[in-house]
């Protein structure tokens, strides 16, 4: 059979092609469809406008290692939420620094709230987990939460796993908990020891202790740093990281003896402290 | 390596006393009575405060479990010591304390995990060196039940 007849279509043959776009219509439509739906199973916040999230660009930002499956347990499939209640009239500096470092060894997803028990919280204390991220929707993409929520709390508390772990209270024990994520403690039970000696130390004595107190820290701390560039052995420790933060909150860095000047330079250089300037007083 | 703990005999303090009492199958360490409270390491090496000399215990014997069997039951311990030094040691009114240590045990026997650790002796410890505790005990009043049945177990058990 000729396709033209006297330069026309075949009337059949336009009636097939006719039936194969409107096919080829529904498709595209039932694809959409189901494009839409999978985009509120996977989006918690189901109000949030489908069109305006970009697709699949996610993952491939994110570098990171999965090895928390060994260091907590099973991964329950649940976003590992760290949550961290904080007074703002003592904002917990080593544990932003932590937050800080997590941040570079996990996919963190961050965000800070405040209680009903505070009143007004500065702006710096608001924003001080960096900015809120573009793809905060998609939990499912992160390896650990960090819930920060300034309330009225005598002191920091921190909840996780509230199934298997009691509250867990105080600086000095949930910034071991934050550096246990990041570095295994030292071999040496001495060295590990001594690490934990000078979180006590920076915790007690130094943030919570008398002008008297704060000056023998600041002394223990200067011959101690003449011995070594960091607090416990060759490398940095979560002893500086605790002590540098005490010292910068109490506001004695410009009054301290010169090792402890040179120390804190060497932590400001390594970038950790960044995030924490500007909440110093 | 033998480890040499001197204890002030004046006040002695009972949760380095516990931790040295649990490790000392494992590990080679001498009690002496003295002035002040330490354990000696080495010539370098000395800790003075009671949550240092346990910690380092523990660590030298990891097969007693003293500091927990994961870095969460860790994490609960490093909790109950410092919750043994600033909410027990030394304070006048410890009866929030004490609340909140009888919610904790409400459904457990021992602090943190199944068995004994560094929480338990810790916090035993300080309450053991507790008149508001020894009080609230005498009285035969019936609260703190929970913290009460943990508090006799441990008592009997016998290194206490």
Partial sequence: MPMYQNGEVDPALQALEARQDEILRRLYELKAAVDGLAKTVTTPDADLDATTLSQGSTASVFTGTTDLDSLLGKDLGALRDIVINANPTRPPLSLLVLHGLLCQKYRVLSSVHVHSSVSSVPPQLLSCLGPRHADSYARHHFQLGFTLIWKDVPHVQMKFSTQKMCPIEGEASVARFLFRLLAAEPRDAAAATQVDGWIDTAVFQMAEGSAKERAAVLRALNSALGRGSWLVGQELSLADIVCASSVLQTGSASSAPPNVQRWLKCCENLGYFSCISPLLP | ?160
Avoid at chain 2, 26 to 43: A, P, R, W
Wanted: proline residues 3%; hydrophobic residues 45%.
């Fill in chain 2, 1 to 160: 390596m033998a480890l040499n703990l001197i204890v002030n005999s004046s006040n002695p303090p009972l949760g380095a006393l516990l931790a040295a009492e649990h490790v000392k199958g494992t590990v080679n360490v001498s009690v002496q009575e003295g002035k002040d409270t330490k354990l000696h390491v080495s010539d370098q090496v000395q800790f003075n405060d009671v949550n240092s000399i346990t910690r380092y215990l523990a660590r030298v014997a990891p097969s007693l479990g003293l500091y927990g069997s994961n870095m969460l039951e860790q994490t609960e311990v490093d909790h109950w010591l410092e919750f043994s030094v600033r909410r027990l040691c030394g304070q006048s009114k410890v009866a929030p304390a004490l609340g909140e240590l009888d919610r904790a045990l409400a459904l457990r026997t021992f602090l943190v995990g199944h068995s004994l650790t560094l929480a338990d002796l810790c916090v035993w410890a300080a309450l053991k060196g507790s008149g508001e505790w020894q009080a609230i005990q005498a009285s035969k009043s019936g609260s703190f039940r929970h913290l009460y049945r943990w508090f006799s177990f441990l008592s009997s058990q016998a290194p206490f």
